[in-house]
């Protein structure tokens, strides 16, 4: 006060202002709306938002400090914690720092236990916007859906679906072949993994059967083997003969399905080919029986 009082300093006579009058309150005006500004700054900006807690009452044009908002749990949440629902104005004009903790999320009605079942909570929880997965133990297998979705209409929550169950994954007897048997034939009903093995009837005639095929099924799904069954045909191939060559393994009397022979040239003469060759099930030497050249 002392020093910006000293009168001696100022001059005796106002000068008159050089600009015109207009400028006069132009210049007036900007002061004042400057102050008003001022007087506003003074203040905390509009309570802060969150995503799981709304504020209490209706917000006001403007909040001093001291000024306190309370908040409570949005639609679709419940106060769990105790964390502050409060916040005020504080004297450097923000507000008190505060989080939406105190709120949790509805959770959807509690799953039922279900019988060789899994749940796997995807999103960690059973709240609205969370996914369930179901997942079978090994041998049964799922009726209905495999996600379900827990959902928020207002202030309820439910499941997107009904829950799944497991069922027992159960075969009936693979299919009969022709000049062939499987065992367990009188069983009506395999459960998962069971198995039943095929076997060529002896054929009373000049060739035996081969087995062409998966010799065992297995029970994999509701319903399902796990491949097609065998067949029980004649699969012969013609007799192996090499020129300027011989066989060397593998001798038989005939030479039905897979049996394996094995060649080697005479002296002076490669084998061009393979000289392994095995009888396929069209009864083709596979591949085909090399050739012996000349040369070495
Ligand atoms: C306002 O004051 C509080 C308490 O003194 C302090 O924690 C906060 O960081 C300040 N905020 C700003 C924006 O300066
Ligand atoms: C739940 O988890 C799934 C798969 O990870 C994801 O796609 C989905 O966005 C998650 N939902 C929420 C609400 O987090
Ligand atoms: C048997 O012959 C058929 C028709 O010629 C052919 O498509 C098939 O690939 C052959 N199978 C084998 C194992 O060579």
Redesign the pocket.
Known sequence: MTASSAPSKEPSVRRESPLPSRWRVLGTLLVTVGFLLFTFSDACGPPPKFEAMEMVGKQKPSYSPGDQVNYKCKQGWEHAYTFTTTTYCELNNSWLPITDWACEKLKCPKLPTIPHCREHLVNGTIAWGHQVHFVCDEGYYLVGRKFILCQLKGARTFWSHAVPRCEKILCSPPPKIKNGKYTFSDVDIFEYAESVTYSCDPSHEEDEFSLVGEKSLYCVANGVWSSSPPECRVVKCLYPELKNGRQITGFRKKYYYQATVMFECNLGYHVRGSDTVVC???STW?PPIPTCVKGV
Do not use: G, I, L, Y
């Open positions: 396929n099930s069209n596979e």
